[in-house]
C-alpha cells in the first residue's frame, strides 16, 4: 500500500473509520489512484489498512500496542480515530500546563491504552495513562462516597492531567532523561535508581521504552529526529526549556512513595 500516505486527505477514510472505530478497515488504490475502502476484505485486492481498537495489537514495536505502527497508518489513526479525537483538547491543555511535549503524550496513551478509556489492567491501573490508585491518590486525586477513585481516573480529563503532571516530574526528577523518565514511568521511580539511573534490565520495561520512543519518533517532525545520542537532540533542548523556572514547578515532598 504505497500511497497510504495520500489516503489521509480522501474523505472516504473518515466516512469508513468514524462509525466502525473499533473494527478492521480494508482499502486499496485502483489504477486511477482513487481510494476505496471497507470494513472487510472484499476482495484479494483489498489488504488490511489497521485493526483499531479492540481487535488485537498491531506488530512492528516491541511491544505490542493496540494501533497502527506503520508510519503512515500511525499517522492516519490520529486523523480519524474518534477517541483520540474527543481527548486531544484534554492533552493539548496538559501539554501546555505541565511543559510536555504533545506528541510524546500521544506516544505514551497510545501505548499504555490505544486510547481506550475505559481500560484496566491487571495491576489496577486505570484508564488512558493507566494510572495507579495508589499515584493518583498521592497527586490529590481522591474517591468519595459518590464517585470511586477508579472511576474519577476514568474520566480522561483527570486521568490525563494527573498523568501528565507525574511525567513532568519525573522528567524533572531525571533531568530531562526521557528513557529513563519512561522506565520511571513503567517501572517506578525505584527501580531505575536501583539499576544505578538506567534502564532497568527488564524486559517489560525496556520494551515499554522502545516503544513509546519509536511511536514518538514516528509522531515527531524529522528535522526533531537528528542529532548524537540516544535521544532526539531537539527533545533535550525542549526538554531542557521546558523546565525553565516560568513553567509550573511540580511540588513533591520528600516522603514521595514511590521512589
Known amino acids: 500500500m504505497k500511497k497510504l500516505a495520500s489516503w489521509l486527505a480522501a474523505s472516504?477514510?473518515?466516512?469508513?473509520?468514524?462509525?466502525?472505530?473499533?473494527?478492521?478497515?480494508w482499502g486499496y488504490v485502483d489504477d486511477k489512484g482513487v481510494a476505496h475502502f471497507a470494513s472487510d476484505?472484499?476482495?484479494?485486492?483489498?489488504?488490511?489498512f489497521f485493526r483499531a481498537l479492540g481487535q488485537g495489537a498491531s506488530p512492528g514495536t516491541p511491544r505490542a500496542v493496540a494501533v497502527p505502527t506503520a508510519?503512515?497508518?500511525l499517522i492516519a489513526f490520529f486523523?480519524?480515530?474518534?477517541d483520540y479525537k474527543q481527548v486531544q483538547h484534554h492533552l493539548r491543555a496538559a501539554s501546555r500546563t505541565y511543559g510536555v511535549d504533545y506528541e510524546l503524550l500521544k506516544a505514551l496513551i497510545?501505548?499504555?491504552?490505544?486510547?481506550?478509556a475505559s481500560v484496566v489492567s491487571p495491576r489496577g491501573a486505570v484508564g488512558l495513562m493507566q494510572i495507579m490508585p495508589t499515584t493518583a491518590e498521592y497527586w490529590g486525586i481522591k474517591g468519595d462516597a459518590k464517585?470511586?477513585?477508579?472511576?474519577?481516573?476514568?474520566?480522561?480529563?483527570?486521568?490525563?492531567?494527573?498523568?501528565?503532571?507525574?511525567?513532568?516530574?519525573?522528567?524533572?526528577?531525571?533531568?530531562?532523561?526521557?528513557e529513563l523518565a519512561l522506565a520511571a514511568y513503567n517501572a517506578g521511580v525505584g527501580?531505575?535508581?536501583r539499576a544505578g539511573s538506567q534502564v532497568p534490565n527488564l524486559r517489560e520495561t525496556q520494551n515499554y521504552v522502545k516503544?513509546?520512543?519509536?511511536?514518538?519518533?514516528?509522531?515527531?517532525?524529522?528535522?526533531?529526529?537528528?542529532?548524537?545520542?540516544?535521544?532526539?537532540?531537539?527533545?533535550?533542548?525542549?526538554?531542557?526549556?521546558?523546565?525553565?523556572?516560568?513553567?509550573?514547578?511540580?511540588?513533591v515532598s520528600p516522603n514521595y512513595p514511590f521512589e
Not at 497510545?110 to 481506550?116: H, K, N, V
Not at 480522561?156 to 524533572?172: M, Q
Request: charged share 25%.
Open 191 to 193: 527501580s531505575v535508581l
Open 147 to 178: 464517585t470511586p477513585l477508579e472511576k474519577k481516573l476514568a474520566d480522561p480529563a483527570i486521568n490525563i492531567e494527573t498523568g501528565t503532571r507525574y511525567l513532568r516530574y519525573l522528567l524533572d526528577r531525571f533531568a530531562g532523561q526521557l
Open 71 to 73: 508510519p503512515p497508518r
Open 12 to 25: 472516504a477514510l473518515a466516512v469508513v473509520l468514524l462509525p466502525a472505530a473499533r473494527a478492521e478497515v
Open 41 to 48: 476484505k472484499v476482495d484479494e485486492r483489498y489488504e488490511l
Open 110 to 116: 497510545a501505548t499504555e491504552s490505544g486510547f481506550d
Open 211 to 251: 516503544t513509546v520512543m519509536q511511536l514518538y519518533a514516528m509522531l515527531r517532525p524529522p528535522a526533531a529526529l537528528t542529532g548524537p545520542g540516544s535521544e532526539p537532540a531537539r527533545v533535550r533542548k525542549e526538554i531542557a526549556a521546558v523546565a525553565a523556572p516560568a513553567l509550573p514547578v511540580v511540588a
Open 79 to 82: 486523523e480519524v480515530s474518534p
